[in-house]
């Protein structure tokens, strides 16, 4: 019986130790205050909902649900008994601190395959998302869509190095799955989370060289032998939020926060602590740029957090939010148009689109406060607006108008600034005659009075 004991002993001892080994120690946030969570009910669906994306300045919110309920949803029984639709990619938007109710993207963004992992940019008029219909003759298995016109156009394969790994590992007979990505603010760094279809998964990376392409996939050095998934990139470009059960924690799947250096190595990683974290699978963690509220799913359903008073540590680095409008010079209207924010050294900082409604949002990442806000739309001439802020200790909301004036009305003054012109030298001959007139008018006198 003592021998019995001590062996099992023993070979307790060694799966502890194992298990403590498995797992990278890691520290736990520990929030002073307490940090109200709650079920999102109004986006919410008996079904489940995942991979949640959030602008920046928190006015956006795009999801995967697999509620169904279109002509082009397929039903999909699950091994517990349970059954869902093919995943489909659903946005809400903030008024009046109040999220509007779930609106699904048409057709060609949505279909029959399922579509998952969107990622909306900060000016809330394009999503990037992951689908695998057809993805190796569309260069997918991530694309762009953008809203141009107030219509959704069709989308396009990010290709490159990220379609060419999944081809690869297509063509070595591995089946991959992915379960999360995130593309940083300034559209230049790309995350996802893939790995065998049944297994446990890994982060990998990708970045957009000066030509547009994007690199070939490599492992983040943050990733675990456990399972890694759902990454976000929060609006300083910088902060990573993640899920892992590789890592010290509550059980399950955890949410964990590192920092990406501008060198390419990495700070601390995280444990984000409770509430937050519990013995069932936390994820998907997204928050605003201003650390003051947060998002994530766990069992299937999206929940909100009230962190303006948690924990410093959780929350992202300091950003400048830019919002602003394009409008026409003369009649105010509002345009749909690009844009694009440099530095005072001529580094570009972002580029966005305005809506129909003229409205661009953008996150910077540069605090020198000395910013040129490029605008431009069809027909109309290009302008730049100067902004100057003081000292940026804190996340700031920076508000710009850029006044564009028409080609036609640029014609129309340039035919206005001629006939002045025009008039101004007919005037000016006019005047040269009469003078000339007057002086031989003059001399004709003289001569008379001489004779």
């Known amino acids: 019986m003592r021998r019995l004991s001590y062996l099992f002993q023993l070979l307790l001892f060694c799966l502890i130790s194992n298990g403590i080994q498995a797992q990278k120690p890691v520290r736990i946030l520990k929030h002073p205050y307490q940090v109200r969570i709650e079920r999102l009910y109004r986006l919410n669906s008996p079904f489940r909902e995942t991979n949640p994306s959030i602008t920046p300045d928190g006015r956006y919110l795009f999801f995967m649900s697999t509620r169904g309920g279109k002509e082009w949803s397929e039903r999909r029984d699950r091994p517990d ?4 639709y093919d995943g489909d990619i659903y946005y809400a938007y903030k008024e009046n601190g109040r999220w509007s109710d779930p609106v699904c993207l048409p057709p060609p963004i949505n279909t029959w395959n399922g579509e998952d992992e969107p990622v909306v940019t900060p000016d809330g008029n394009s999503v990037y998302f992951q689908s695998w219909d057809q993805w190796n003759f569309r260069q997918g298995p991530y694309y762009k869509a953008q809203i141009i016109g107030g219509k959704w156009v069709s989308p396009r394969g990010l290709n490159g190095g990220i379609t060419q790994y999944f081809l690869d590992q297509e063509a070595m007979g591995k089946e991959l799955a992915t379960d999360g990505m995130t593309i940083s603010p300034d559209g230049n760094l790309f995350i996802v989370a893939t790995g065998p279809y049944y297994g446990n998964m890994d982060l990998y990376y990708s970045r957009r060289g000066a030509d547009g392409k994007w690199s070939y996939l490599r492992k983040l050095p943050i990733s675990t032998p456990g399972n890694d998934r759902h990454p976000f990139l929060a609006g300083d470009g910088k902060t990573l939020f993640f899920a892992s059960d ?170 206005e600034k001629r006939r002045a012109e025009e008039e101004q030298e007919r005037l000016r001959l006019w005047n040269m005659y009469r003078e000339a007139q007057a002086a031989a008018t003059t001399g004709i006198m003289a001569l008379e009075r001489i004779n």
Do not use: M, W
């Open 81 to 84: 008994g349970t059954h869902e």
């Open 246 to 415: 590789g890592y010290n924690g509550f059980g399950g799947l955890d949410i964990f926060k590192v920092v990406l250096h501008e060198d390419g190595s990495f700070g601390e990683v995280i444990n984000i602590g409770s509430p937050f974290n519990t013995a069932a699978d936390d994820e998907c963690f997204i928050i605003t740029a201003d650390g003051s509220e947060a998002y994530f799913t766990r069992d299937g359903d999206l929940y909100y957090a009230k962190v303006e008073n948690a924990n410093p540590a959780l929350k992202p680095q300091v950003t400048v939010l830019l919002a602003g409008k394009i409008i026409d010079a003369k009649t105010q209207a509002p345009l749909e148009g690009s844009v694009v924010v440099v530095n005072a050294e001529g580094k570009v900082l972002a580029r966005g689109r305005s809506s129909a409604k003229g409205e661009f949002s953008l996150a910077l990442n540069d605090l020198s406060g000395r910013y040129f806000v490029a605008g431009a739309a069809t027909n109309y001439q290009p302008n730049t607006v100067r902004l100057q802020v003081g000292a940026i200790t804190e996340t700031v909301r920076l508000n710009v108008v850029v006044p564009l004036t028409s080609k036609a009305e640029l014609a129309r003054i340039e035919e």
